[in-house]
């Protein structure tokens, strides 16, 4: 298939909507942008999703219209002041440049998730005190890597472990929080919201 390829890049882009919605375009979200102000929709998969280092968002909305998965590249943004609605999941966001050299520019701070559904949705390498969360059903462990002995030492239901500090699938060092959306962990687990919020509920390190 030949994509379409939409650049922005070299500019500031300001109080624009801008319509990420096409299925056969590639957006490249790219280097020296500034977007401030601007509401952006997204309609696409997260391969249609291109951004660079030095993006940078300003005060800006993201309205999610199609569930955004695994888009790690967030992490080379830089988020300012921005308002998140929608379901995203297996996403990163923040300072994280062991990830990639990319991901040394980026980073997270004063930005609201409240009007959004996230599932194992990362913070990486930023103080999550400056953000907004989601309220339940979804959950977010604070400083998980810090607490690991503590979060670990429990019996979570159908096995879950919230971090994981050793081996090949360990979570990075530079975790500073993930949110997890309870009904869709209660799925993949084969149990049931309400066994996970009964361990929450004996943890300070966790908003839910």
Known sequence: MLYNKVFYEDREIENERLELTDK?????LGSNVTFSRCTLVLKVSGRNLIFDQGTRFVDCTFEVKQELKNHQQWVFASLKGCRFKG???????????????????????????????????????????TLRFPKWPCFTILEPVARARELNSVQWPGGFRPIIVEGEYRDPPSTRAVTFYAPALARRRETTEE???AVIEQFDCILY
């Open 24 to 28: 056969g375009s590639l957006y490249f």
């Open 87 to 129: 379901r995203l999941s297996g996403c990163d966001f923040g300072h994280w440049p062991s990830y990639s050299e990319r991901a040394g520019h980026g980073s997270i701070e004063d930005c609201d998730f409240s009007e959004a559904r996230l599932d194992g949705c990362r913070i990486m390498g930023s103080d999550p005190a």
């Open 195 to 197: 066994a996970f919020r």
